[in-house]
C-alpha cells in the first residue's frame, strides 16, 4: 500500500498560492560548480517556484569568495525571501561556516545551526524541509505516540533533526537512529511500527527487514539504469504502508520549501 | 562496580589549573529567584571555581528585566569568559529568548540553539556540559562502535543532544532515546549495551532492566530522605558498571564546565 504523498503536497502548494497572490515572494537558489544532476534540480525547482508564483533565481559560481559575497547580499536584500545552497558543496568547503552565512530568518532549508538548535526547543519554524516534510507525511498517517521509530541514516539534513523532532512532546515517539556500524540493522527494523529510510542506497530496505503493517518513509533518491528508485524495495509496499519514490517524500519537501518562501514574504519578519 | 569518575574529573581540573595560572579566567552566575537548592548549587560552584583559580560572581535578580539587561552588560564584558544562568527558569520566563541571549561564545553550559544546532555538524566546543561529561566517561570507558546505547530522556541538555553525539562518526554508537510515552523502557534497556538515565526519578532503573556486564550513566539527582540519590538503584552495580551518586556525573560536569571558563579565558576569542 502507497501514502499519497501528492494529495499532501497539493494542499501545501494551495495555502501557498494563497498566500503569494498577495505578496511577491522570491527565492534565490545558489550553487558552486553544479553537476548536470544539481542544475536540473534547480530547474525543476524554479518550475516549481513559477507554478506557485514565487519568483526565481539560480546563482551559479565558479569561485566561493564571489559566492560568499552573493549570499551576504541576498541575506541583507529585503526583496529577497528565501535562500537555497545547492549541496554538496565542492570538495574543501567548510558546510558549517558555509551555513553560518545564510540568514536564519531566510534559511528555508534550515542549514544554519541556530535553526537546528531551535529543534531541540520544540521551535520548527525552520526545520529542514526534508525532516520536516517526513513529519508531515507521518502526522497525517497515524498517531506517533509510544510508537516506535527507527531512523536510517544520521544526516544534519534528515536522521539527526528528524529524530529530534519525532521525540518532540506532541508526538512523543520512541526514536532509535541506526548507521553503517549498527550492528543488525534488520532486527532493529524488524520491530519498528515505523522506518524512514535515508541511507542513499537503492533498494537497501527489502520486505523481511519490515513487520507487517510497518509505515516506511522512503527518503532515497538513486539513479539506477536511467530510472530514479529509493532506498525502500517496492516489494515492501506488498506487506506495508510506504512512500513512493519518485512521488513521495520528495515533493512534500519542495511543497514545504516553496511554503516557507511565501510565509517569510507574507509575514515580512521573523515568524 | 563503579566507574572512578573523581579520577576523570581530577585529570580535567589539573588542565584547567594548567591554563588558569596563565590567565584570570571569570565566570558570572545568574539566578532569578532562586529557592534554597538552587542557592546551595552556586555556592558550591564558587568553591570548585576558586579552588581552580576561577573568579566567580553570583549575580541573583528579582526581575527578568534587570536579568537581562545584566546578563547582556556581561556578554559584552572582556573580563567575563563564562555566563551560567541558573534553571529552572521563573514559571512564564521563555527559556528559548533567554538563551538566545548568550554570547554564544560564552556559553559554558551549551544553552544558546546555536550550539546545539552545532552538534549537528560534530563541533561540539559548547555542548551541553552534562552530556558532554557523560560523553567523556563513556569514551574513557568503552569503545562505542555499534554499542547499542539507551537514553532516558529527551530534555535539551541531557538526552538530545547526548543522542547527537553518541551518534558522530568517530563515536558511532546506535542510539535509542526513550521518555514517559515510550511503551516498553525494560524491553528497551535489557537489550542495550549502554544505558544513560536522565529522568529525574530517584532508583527508576532497577536491576532487572539491565542486562549483565551492560555500563549505565546515572544523570540523575534526587534528594530522599536528605540523602542524594540518583535515577539508578545501586543493586544496579552489582551486574554492570554505574557511575556513582554523588561523585558521578555531577563531579565531571562542573570539571567540564570549568575548564571551558579558563580555555576561553586562555584563547581570548572564538575557538
Do not use: W
Amino acid at each position: 500500500m502507497y501514502i499519497d504523498c501528492k494529495t499532501i503536497a497539493k494542499s501545501i502548494d494551495e495555502e501557498t498560492l494563497n498566500l503569494s497572490s498577495r505578496v511577491k515572494p522570491k527565492l534565490v537558489s545558489f550553487a558552486i560548480n553544479p553537476d548536470e544532476s544539481t542544475l536540473a534540480y534547480l530547474r525543476n525547482q524554479q518550475k516549481k517556484a513559477k507554478a506557485l508564483n514565487i519568483e526565481h533565481e539560480i546563482l551559479v559560481f565558479e569561485s566561493v569568495e564571489t559566492f560568499q559575497e552573493k549570499l551576504l547580499k541576498a541575506c541583507n536584500d529585503d526583496t529577497v525571501h528565501g535562500i537555497f545552497v545547492a549541496h554538496p558543496l565542492p570538495a574543501g568547503v567548510d558546510e558549517l561556516k558555509i551555513a553560518c552565512l545564510i540568514n536564519p530568518d531566510k534559511d528555508v532549508e534550515g542549514r544554519n545551526p541556530v535553526n537546528l538548535g531551535r529543534l531541540m526547543y520544540g521551535e520548527e519554524t525552520f526545520a529542514p524541509c526534508t525532516a520536516a516534510a517526513v513529519v508531515e507525511i507521518l502526522t497525517r498517517t497515524t498517531d506517533l505516540t509510544g510508537k516506535n521509530a527507527v531512523i536510517l541514516g544520521r544526516s544534519n539534513t534528515v536522521g539527526l533533526p528528524l529524530s529530534v523532532m519525532l521525540l518532540r512532546r506532541d508526538r512523543s515517539a520512541t526514536v532509535t537512529v541506526c548507521h553503517t556500524k549498527t550492528r543488525d540493522i534488520g532486527e532493529m527494523t524488524a520491530r519498528a511500527d515505523i522506518i524512514v529510510v535515508a541511507v542513499g542506497k537503492a533498494n537497501f530496505l527489502k520486505p523481511h527487514m519490515v513487520r507487517e503493517g510497518a509505515i516506511v518513509i522512503d527518503v532515497g533518491i538513486n539513479v539506477v539504469n536511467d530510472r530514479i528508485v529509493g532506498d525502500v524495495d517496492p516489494e515492501v509496499a506488498n506487506r506495508a504502508t510506504l512512500t513512493p519514490v519518485p512521488g513521495g517524500v520528495g515533493v512534500v519537501t519542495t511543497a514545504i520549501l516553496m511554503n516557507r518562501v511565501a510565509r517569510i514574504a507574507s509575514r515580512g519578519d521573523r515568524f
